[in-house]
């Protein structure tokens, strides 16, 4: 990997992978929902959607036809603490792909009528989050788990915040937080660093400013069971403990442990709960990492009757790893399955682009293949027992249920046996 730094703070970051058939580039600004006051919920999630709804030179619609015309993708997508615009061509359309980008990035419109039609597609996909179970179990999960802060909140925000948004408010939330010290520009695939920090300059070079700093304090999480009834086929459970931030010096045994209780098809939960005792179809567990906190969860989709069942199992489970860690065969398998997994995610240039700009968002330096599987290498049964012990603790657990419970009662009690 290649980094440069423009006189203005923007960081421009490459991987030339000259084999590769596409390259992939992308502006990153550090800013997501986390960076939002309470009033703001949402607003980045929709400006992500307004940069693409016209510019000085470019309607919308010739923005999407310049690069379907040449077979490329063109898209963005928001998250906690960081939002992306990014393309991906074939090599030759590169300079296309950040005409574009630069384009939407530093000349959008925010025209009136787009903002309006855009506010009624963000309602419609906020809608239909809260139409889709399994995905909104995890939101009441946030929202309970980490009450008041802004890592609980969902990122498109509610239809009342949304629907209060003007352009203004836009332009007003940009000026405070898409500042040079806070953007990167990421590119992977078959490119020329030096060609990509000259168009970066000429394209980027002029803006100025350093963003408004926002209250960074970690969240506090709250233990306890939160019941949301609703009329549903099954019922969605969500269940999380205390976990990790992103450079934890724990972080590689716990993504282990993550994979053995139920990151996959031969992981403990899913043998027990699906294979053995036909309780679910999707069952997986999961870890939520970010600056200076995270959260360890299980999902579960179940039937009534099963929840405690299922809660009990996930229980036990954790009971166990706690006292026993993993077996020696059960930790190599494992630890093979997150290197493979690893590299098997790599094969795109669009994934090695996000790779090294979150290592740059989190790490602030190129964090090498080699030494990443060599941390995994060396986690010990020992390391596994420590970091389940710290994450499992009595009196930690939060467990969110959604659905129809048909007069099964579900208390406190499910939590602590």
């Not at 203005?8 to 006051?37: C, K, M």
């Not at 992977?188 to 400013?209: I, K, P, T, W, Y």
């Not at 294979?275 to 679910?280: I, L, P, V």
Request: aromatic share 8%.
């Amino acid at each position: 990997m290649r980094a440069t730094r423009l006189p203005n703070g923007v960081r421009v970051l490459s991987e030339e992978l000259a084999d590769l058939p596409s390259v992939t580039v992308g502006i990153w600004v550090e800013n997501g929902s986390r960076y939002e006051a309470p009033e703001q919920a949402g607003i980045s999630h929709f400006l992500e959607h307004l940069f693409f709804k016209g510019t000085e030179r470019r309607t919308a619609a010739n923005i999407a036809e310049e690069i379907d015309a040449v077979g490329g993708v063109l898209n963005a997508f928001t998250g906690k603490e960081y939002t992306c615009y990014y393309g991906k061509v074939l090599p030759h359309h590169l300079p296309l792909a950040l005409d574009v980008l630069a384009d939407i990035f530093t000349n959008s419109r925010f025209a009136a009528e787009e903002i309006e039609r855009e506010r009624s597609v963000i309602v419609q996909e906020i809608s239909q989050v809260e139409d889709t179970p399994d995905d909104y179990v995890h939101e009441l999960f946030n929202l309970a788990f980490w009450p008041g802060h802004p890592l609980s909140r969902p990122i498109a925000g509610t239809a009342e915040t949304v629907g209060r948004f003007g352009r203004d408010d836009f332009l007003a939330f940009l000026d405070r937080r898409y500042r040079p010290d806070r953007i990167l520009i990421s590119a992977a695939g078959n490119l020329r660093h030096d060609e990509l920090v000259a168009v970066a300059a000429q394209s980027f070079g002029d803006l100025r400013g350093t963003a408004v700093r926002v209250d960074g304090r970690p969240p506090d999480p709250h233990a306890g069971l939160w019941v949301h009834e609703k009329s549903l086929e099954q019922v969605h459970l969500c269940l999380g403990t205390p976990g990790i931030a992103q450079t934890d010096a724990d972080r590689y045994a716990a993504h282990i442990l993550n994979l053995a209780l139920g990151g996959g098809m031969s992981s403990r939960l899913f043998q027990e709960i699906r294979e053995r005792r036909g309780r679910a179809y999707t069952v997986y567990s999961f870890q939520s990492c970010y600056l200076d906190a995270g959260y360890v969860g299980f999902y579960v989709g179940t039937s009534a009757e099963w929840v405690r069942e299922v809660v009990d199992v996930i229980r036990g489970e954790l009971d166990r790893v706690t006292r026993e860690g993993l077996a020696a065969a059960e930790l190599e398998r494992v630890k093979n399955q997150r290197k493979g997994n690893m590299l098997l995610g790599l094969e795109t240039s669009d994934s090695r682009m996000s790779r090294i700009a979150t290592n740059d968002i989190y790490f602030g330096r190129e964090v090498p293949l080699e030494e990443v599987a060599a941390a995994i290498d060396g986690v010990t049964n020992d390391d596994i027992v420590r970091v389940a012990t710290r994450l499992f603790r009595p009196g930690t657990l939060a467990l969110t249920i959604l659905g129809d419970l048909r007069g099964e009662k579900v208390t406190d009690e499910v939590l602590r046996g």
